[in-house]
């Protein structure tokens, strides 16, 4: 409810504003470093300012799309889609397996948030 803030000073408890149910309390923050392969997505390209800065997820990380992406891969308006799914070898590139510092926010049910410019689904219950 503060604006777009570090995943670091988020913590159970605050309120987070979700692209599908408005404002929701955050009941839990996993932080952990894990190895595992990444893709780097491009600032901007994938709409504009989205992301609003090179990002680079883990692999596996869900994302909502809802342009033409998701009509040409999926027939809909909207859907969730493993970051991966949308590599093209120049604006979004699967990277060689790293350590990456990864924060999971932890809600009463799944949830998409707004991360960078990016809708991110927040999938693991308590």
Same mark, same amino acid.
């Given at each position: &409810? /503060?604006?777009? !803030?570090?995943?670091?000073?988020?913590?159970?408890?605050?309120?987070? +504003?979700?692209?599908?149910?408005?404002?929701?309390?955050? !009941?839990?923050?996993?932080?952990?470093? *894990?190895?595992? /392969?990444? *893709?780097?997505?491009?600032?901007?390209?994938?709409?504009?300012?989205?992301?609003?800065? /090179?990002? *680079? !997820?883990? =692999?596996?990380?869900?994302?909502?799309?809802?342009?033409?992406?998701?009509?040409?891969?999926?027939?809909?308006?909207?859907?969730? +889609?493993?970051?991966?799914?949308?590599? /093209?070898?120049?604006?979004?590139?699967?990277? %060689?397996?790293?350590? &990456?510092?990864?924060?999971?926010? +932890?809600?009463?049910? %799944?949830?998409? +948030?707004?991360? @960078? @410019?990016?809708? *991110?689904? =927040?999938?693991?219950?308590?």
């Amino acid at each position: &409810m /503060d604006g777009e !803030l570090p995943a670091h000073d988020i913590a159970p408890g605050d309120r987070i +504003i979700t692209r599908d149910a408005g404002m929701v309390v955050l !009941l839990g923050v996993r932080r952990k470093r *894990v190895t595992c /392969d990444a *893709v780097q997505i491009k600032a901007g390209s994938l709409g504009h300012k989205r992301p609003s800065e /090179d990002v *680079v !997820l883990p =692999c596996g990380t869900k994302l909502l799309i809802r342009d033409w992406r998701a009509n040409a891969i999926f027939g809909t308006k909207q859907a969730l +889609i493993a970051a991966q799914d949308l590599q /093209d070898g120049e604006y979004v590139k699967i990277l %060689p397996q790293r350590e &990456m510092d990864v924060v999971e926010f +932890i809600f009463d049910k %799944p949830h998409v +948030i707004y991360a @960078g @410019g990016l809708e *991110v689904s =927040c999938q693991t219950p308590l």
